[in-house]
């Protein structure tokens, strides 16, 4: 299955800046999702990334906040804009291919 | 609101024992479904999916599925030290997205 970097690892940002994650697939990849998970709990999906056609976005986020780039089959990124101490939290990039969902290895952000 | 239900645990197994993980959804078209293992710090893992009624095995992990009670379950046998994380159970979406469960973490006892 395929094979995600996804960078930064971790980062300390400055309230009111913006972060840019981005994923590279090592393969081609059918669709790309972007999911936050606070510590302990579950995923929550940010948005469904196509390639050519803008993400489709769930309730409670919007595209101003987390736009997504979809360029092609292999990469994308994720920016968290205007951030707030409320955006600390993990985030991580998800692919499908015909082996199923792999995950990156996700990025820890904590705002100050 | 289509859901994954998980008991959150900890559920606390003796080393050498049967782990058994349960977890139910809301929606009864779904086709397609997910066991994910998360270590504290690391992103999710795939363990095993499923897609028709009956056992699936997989070395010491077996899932089960049961459409008609809406119910997916995971068997780890002869749980290892090295067992001990957050299980996930997933369901695909409509639109291939994964809805999740909240996650059973499980704790063995050497």
């Known amino acids: 299955s395929a094979v995600i970097s996804q960078k930064p690892s971790r980062d300390i940002c400055q309230r009111g800046t913006s972060l840019t994650i981005q994923c590279q697939v090592d393969s081609q990849v059918t669709m790309m999702f972007w999911y936050r998970q606070q510590p302990g709990q579950s995923l929550t999906l940010i948005a469904t990334?196509?390639?050519?056609?803008?993400?489709?976005?769930e309730s409670g986020f919007v595209i101003d906040k987390f736009p997504i780039s979809r360029p092609n089959l292999t990469f994308s990124t994720l920016t968290v804009s205007n951030m707030s101490p409320e955006d600390s939290s993990i985030y991580l990039c998800?692919?499908?291919?015909?082996?199923?969902?792999?995950f990156g290895s996700g990025t820890r952000l904590t705002v100050v | 609101q289509k859901e994954v239900e998980q008991n959150s645990g900890p559920l606390s197994v003796p080393e050498g024992a049967i782990a058994s993980l349960n977890c139910t959804y809301s929606d009864r078209g779904s086709q397609s479904f997910f066991w994910y293992r998360q270590y504290s710090g690391k992103s999710p893992e795939l363990i095993m999916f499923?897609?028709s009624n009956g056992d699936k095995e997989d070395g010491r992990f077996t899932a089960q599925l049961n459409k008609a009670s809406q119910y997916v379950s995971l068997l780890i046998r002869d749980s290892q030290p090295s067992d001990s994380a957050t299980y996930l159970c997933?369901?695909?979406?409509?639109?291939?997205?994964?809805?999740w469960g909240a996650g059973t973490k499980l704790i063995i006892k050497p």
């Open positions: 990334a196509n390639q050519g056609s803008e993400a489709t976005y």
């Open positions: 997933a369901v695909r979406g409509s639109n291939y997205q994964l809805i």
């Open positions: 499923i897609y």
């Open positions: 998800s692919g499908l291919d015909s082996d199923g969902y792999t």
